[in-house]
């Protein structure tokens, strides 16, 4: 009976994935909530809404959660890698709608408001505690 090996490990496509999850390299908080941040500006232009700012606590998040210790900071980088993975169709689908010349506002808005439901609670992670007076 022939047996298959795993891939070795280091693989391309490992290294495409990046580290495994709940692994945080240093820099990789920041890098994949600019990402997230990215992603969000991309999806608020097609529903039309203004542009936000990277300013307060949206660039102060990787700092804020790193404070927190490493099992807070595992649990936001994971929720990141979700966030991301789940926005991809929804920004693939609204990048195809464009693309034909119709309206993206509507659906773009229904998306902003789950991605912005979910990014509040990242920042409530981070900043337990703390008043955004």
Do not use: C, V, Y
């Amino acid at each position: 009976m022939a047996t298959s090996n795993p891939p070795a490990a280091g693989t391309a496509q490992e290294l495409a994935r990046g580290p495994a999850r709940g692994t945080t390299t240093a820099g990789e908080i920041d890098r994949l909530w600019r990402k997230l941040h990215d992603r969000g500006e991309a999806i608020a232009a097609m529903a039309a809404l203004a542009r936000e700012p990277f300013a307060g606590a949206l660039a102060e998040f990787p700092l804020a959660i790193r404070a927190h210790g490493p099992a807070q900071l595992a649990l936001a980088t994971t929720t990141l890698d979700d966030l991301l993975e789940i926005t991809a169709p929804g920004l693939a689908a609204l990048e195809n709608i464009a693309a034909r010349g119709q309206d993206t506002t509507a659906p773009a808005l229904a998306l902003w408001r789950e991605f912005h439901a979910a990014r509040a609670a990242l920042l409530a992670l981070a900043f337990a505690g703390h008043d955004e007076g």
